[in-house]
Nanobody
Framework: QVQLVESGGGLVQPGGSLRLSCVVSGSWFNSFGMGWYRQAPGKQRELVAYITSGHSTDLSHSVKDRFTISRDDPKNTVYLQMNSLKPEDTAVYYC??????????????WGQGTQVTVSS
């Protein structure tokens, strides 16, 4: 059974920083690609950042110069370091994991989400 548990959300002032963490239970963490999605009220869920099992990273244009995604495989943990936060970063942030399981199929897992609110 694979479970994802996020932590680190909260209320921060514009220009501030937060670091989100996501711990993955179960084995073979290093076989997963890991990502962070976010969903603001009234908007669709969007991919913010992704890191492959080989540690290659990709970030959305809106956060590219402010956020960093990283992973610590021995700790089964992926991080999202968020700097220079803006009110428009306010959203529920979800941890995501996926890996191939044969053919074109992939298995996917989601965390429960953690609220990030950027406000003065």
């Amino acid at each position: 059974q694979v479970q994802l548990v996020e932590s680190g959300g909260g209320l921060v002032q514009p220009g501030g920083s937060l670091r989100l963490s996501c711990v993955v239970s179960g084995s073979w963490f290093n076989s997963f690609g890991m990502g962070w999605y976010r969903q603001a009220p009234g908007k669709q869920r969007e991919l913010v950042a992704y890191i492959t099992s080989g540690h290659s990273t990709d970030l959305s244009h809106s956060v590219k110069d402010r956020f960093t995604i990283s992973r610590d495989d021995p700790k089964n943990t992926v991080y999202l370091q968020m700097n220079s936060l803006k009110p428009e970063d306010t959203a529920v942030y979800y941890c995501y994991a996926d890996r191939p399981v044969g053919g074109n199929r992939r298995e996917e897992y989601w965390g429960q989400g953690t609220q990030v609110t950027v406000s003065s």
